[in-house]
C-alpha cells in the first residue's frame, strides 16, 4: 500500500488529462483516495487487475501539424509507476555507468557528448 500511495502521488503531481474511463483526481479524492487504492491493490493482489485500453488525443506540433499522444487511466499510470519504483533500483544496481538509456538523470544527448569525447 505504501508504494501505491506514492506511486499515486507522483502521478497526482503530473496531473494529466482522463483516460477511456473518464476518471479525474478529483473524482478519486471523491470516491475516497484510500478505499480507490485499497480496491486496486486488492485486484492486483487477486490477479484481477487489467489495464485499460489508452485515450488518443493529438496535440499540435510547432510546424502546424499534429502528433498522436496516448493517455493512460489513471489506475494504469499508478501500476505504472510503482512497478518502476520497485523495478528501477534493481536494473539500476546492474547498470554500467556509461549506459543511458531510460535513466534518471541521463539523457540522449549526455550520450552523444560522452560518445563524442571518446
Not at 54 to 81: E, F, H, T, W
Not at 84 to 91: G, K, R, W
Request: glycine share 6%.
Amino acid at each position: 500500500m505504501d508504494i501505491l500511495a506514492y506511486a499515486y502521488a507522483c502521478c497526482k503531481a503530473n496531473k494529466g488529462a482522463a483516460g477511456v474511463d473518464g476518471q479525474t483526481f478529483d473524482n478519486i479524492e471523491e470516491y475516497g483516495q484510500e478505499r480507490w487504492l485499497g480496491e486496486l491493490a486488492e485486484s492486483i493482489k487477486e490477479e484481477a487487475y487489467k489495464p485499460e485500453a489508452v485515450r488518443r488525443v493529438y496535440i499540435p506540433k510547432p510546424n502546424g501539424k499534429k502528433r498522436p499522444l496516448g493517455i493512460a487511466c489513471i489506475s494504469d499510470r499508478v501500476c505504472q509507476m510503482a512497478t518502476m519504483l520497485v523495478l528501477e533500483p534493481i536494473f539500476e544496481a546492474d547498470l554500467q555507468p556509461e549506459q543511458y538509456a531510460y535513466r534518471v538523470g541521463k539523457n540522449a544527448l549526455e550520450a552523444v557528448n560522452h560518445a563524442h569525447r571518446l
